[in-house]
């Protein structure tokens, strides 16, 4: 199998994306242990652990992944590893912000002049037979599949407000931070 990388971006022949999020939680991990000073000890408070997540460990697990087709076993596979950190740090599931990354590169491109090249590419259809068996799940698919869950349409691109509102996934807020 022929594999390259790019950008820390995994490109394989078969364009499959389990290689490329086996890099990606193993640099998010080698974040996790640079940080463990803070990250593991007690005598920090949880809400400058979250901070830590998000800002050092989080973007490096999601780095890229606007591109990303992401299937329900690559989600389970993220998850998995998130479940304790999640947990002890209060943060959102890398789940939703995987997909809130799609839709704002979504409706960045779709804003676009439609002679731009994201957008070319988007509506372009590639000839010939699809082969046989289950087709490979698209990054269109995915989209179709993050609108529906989001309750938006491809119309509601340039209503920057209500595309903001219903495509964002915040954190949710501890008892600490309410007060």
Not at 150 to 157: G, Q
Request: hydrophobic fraction near 35%; charge should be positive.
């Amino acid at each position: 199998m022929f594999a390259r990388i790019c950008l820390c971006y995994v490109i394989t022949e078969s364009g499959n994306l389990d290689n490329n999020l086996q890099h990606r939680i193993a640099a998010a991990w080698l974040k996790w242990r640079e940080v463990t000073g803070v990250t593991c000890d007690s005598r920090m408070p949880i809400k400058l652990k979250g901070l830590v997540y998000k800002s050092v460990i989080r973007p490096v697990l999601t780095y890229g992944s606007e591109t990303w087709a992401v299937t329900k076993k690559h989600v389970q596979t993220i998850q998995i590893r998130n479940e304790y950190v999640r947990g002890s740090l209060g943060v959102r599931d890398v789940a939703d912000k995987l997909q809130e990354h799609r839709l704002r590169w979504f409706g960045h491109v779709k804003r676009r002049p439609p002679d731009y090249i994201g957008n070319v590419a988007l509506s372009q259809n590639l000839p010939g037979q699809r082969r046989r068996g289950r087709p490979k799940l698209r990054w269109s698919s995915v989209i179709k599949k993050d609108l529906e869950s989001c309750d938006l349409t491809e119309d509601d691109v340039q209503d920057r407000a209500k595309w903001r509102k219903n495509s964002r996934k915040a954190d949710p807020v501890t008892r600490r931070d309410s007060c």
